[in-house]
């Protein structure tokens, strides 16, 4: 079926994107400093950060959830050391998932004490190399999960605080991807929690805090975030008192979503806090500790993607417009992990304010047709070396990408800070195919 002809230039989330990140006259504009310019100093392909905007998103989710919520930062959406250095200054704890994003945690200055390890497949390397780390807590997943940590712990001769994550019965809807509320990889079934929590008693190596749970990713449903929060809060309670114990922390999750593609919706944060703050009026108490992860809400909103048209064609009657950047590098515009493939959120980025459109094929440079942007686009006359920019591309970007494929060098990173650009990742080299293989 042919893509349904749209102009990413009149979207409402693009006019939100463009309004965070700014313009100059026709031209995008990264903090005040256009993207020509970056382009022209930093080169295409490449991803463009705003510390501003990401500042203003942690501001923005504290004043909306309260002052009782901390947030944690989770690492996965976009390991760089560099955003996750300004969010530690900004005082987020963090969410980690292997030992790499632990290594970029500690290096930007998060306290151990301070993370929180989730993931259903931690080995028992991981674990053990946590424990010596002095992490704050993990939040596991399985009974067989929650065996080996406290054989290894009581190995080091220590005490591992956990947390269970627990997989409700009822699914979180409105998640693009859901990840509980039936079988799943993911959290041990709520059914199962007071078994799970005689175990914990049973080992002295273990010290239970709390419960911890994730319904879902790229939701754009905050009433069902907070009927989430709700059950887990009603389900800590009613364990409590049927187990006799204390849990004095409460991860709620997250998984906000963001406008991604042409016609996705605003996640509403207001109505999400304030559900969270009846919440807490009904379940807080001096002694707990109220977690939500964001990790795309926070970041996406401050990168961008931003490519160059190196070839235009006509084949068929239709035009195409071929970039320098494309899947291996921006996965998430090309539609990897969708079912419905929309056009993602671009701008011709020197072209803001013309009313002229031509409909074309936008992708990118791989042998492969499914690096393809978008198969049919109403955009602004584009024509070689033109700037095409993806925007809130700043999650599961360069790292959920697959950047090998090809051997093309990997864009760089760059942060504009106080009116200022710096490179935070190196652009990578042809020579780096060669890396770590032996002939």
Not at 22 to 30: K, S
Not at 320 to 329: I, R
Not at 334 to 362: C, F, N
Not at 419 to 431: F, L, P, Y
Request: aromatic residues 6%.
């Amino acid at each position: 079926m042919a893509e349904r002809i749209v102009d990413p230039h009149r979207d409402p989330a693009v006019a939100a994107a463009l309004g965070r990140l700014g313009t100059d006259g026709a031209t995008l504009t990264i903090d005040g400093l256009p993207v020509t310019e970056l382009a022209e100093r930093f080169g295409t392909p490449a991803y463009l950060f705003s510390a501003r905007v990401l500042q203003q998103r942690v501001l923005m989710a504290r004043s909306t959830l309260g002052d009782r919520v901390r947030l944690l930062w989770s690492i996965k959406a976009n390991p760089s050391l560099a955003l996750t250095r300004i969010l530690a200054m900004a005082g987020t704890g963090a969410e980690i998932a292997s030992l790499g994003e632990l290594q970029i945690a500690l290096a930007a200055g998060h306290p151990a004490a301070a993370l929180r390890f989730a993931g259903p497949g931690k080995t028992d390397h991981e674990l053990a190399n946590a424990l010596a780390a002095g992490l704050g807590g993990f939040h596991v997943e399985s009974l067989d999960e929650l065996e080996a940590l406290a054989a290894l712990a009581a190995a080091r001769g220590t005490v591992a605080p956990i947390a269970l994550r627990v997989n409700l019965p009822q699914a979180a809807a409105g998640s693009r991807l859901r990840m509980s509320g039936r079988a799943a990889r993911f959290g041990i079934d709520a059914d199962d929690v007071p078994m799970v929590l005689a175990r914990v008693r049973a080992r002295e190596s273990l010290r239970l805090v709390g419960l911890h749970t994730y319904g879902g990713t790229q939701s754009f449903a905050a009433e069902a975030f907070v009927a989430q929060a709700q059950r887990l809060a009603e389900a800590a309670a009613a364990w409590e008192r049927a187990a006799d114990i204390r849990l004095t922390e409460i991860d709620v999750g997250g998984g906000f979503g963001v406008p991604t593609y042409c016609g996705d919706p605003e996640f509403d944060v207001t109505v999400a806090g304030q559900g969270l703050r009846r919440v807490l009026e009904a379940h807080d108490r001096h002694d707990r500790t109220w977690f939500v992860e964001l990790g795309r809400w926070l970041v996406a909103p401050a990168g961008v993607y931003l490519t160059r048209v190196v070839r235009c064609r006509q084949s068929g009657g239709q035009q195409f417009v071929v970039l320098d950047g494309g899947l291996h590098h921006c996965a998430a515009a090309a539609g990897v992990g969708t079912v419905l493939r929309r056009p993602p959120l671009l701008v011709h980025a020197t072209a803001l304010q013309t009313d002229a459109r031509e409909v074309v094929a936008i992708g990118g440079p791989l042998c492969t047709p499914a690096d393809q942007f978008a198969e049919a686009v109403a955009m602004p006359p584009l024509r070689t070396g033109d700037l095409v920019a993806v925007l809130n591309a700043g999650a599961y970007g360069l790292t959920f990408s697959p950047t090998g494929f090809l051997s093309h060098p990997t864009p760089p990173e760059v942060l504009v800070e106080y009116g200022k650009a710096r490179v935070i990742r190196d652009r990578g080299t042809a020579a780096d195919a060669l890396l770590r293989q032996q002939p």
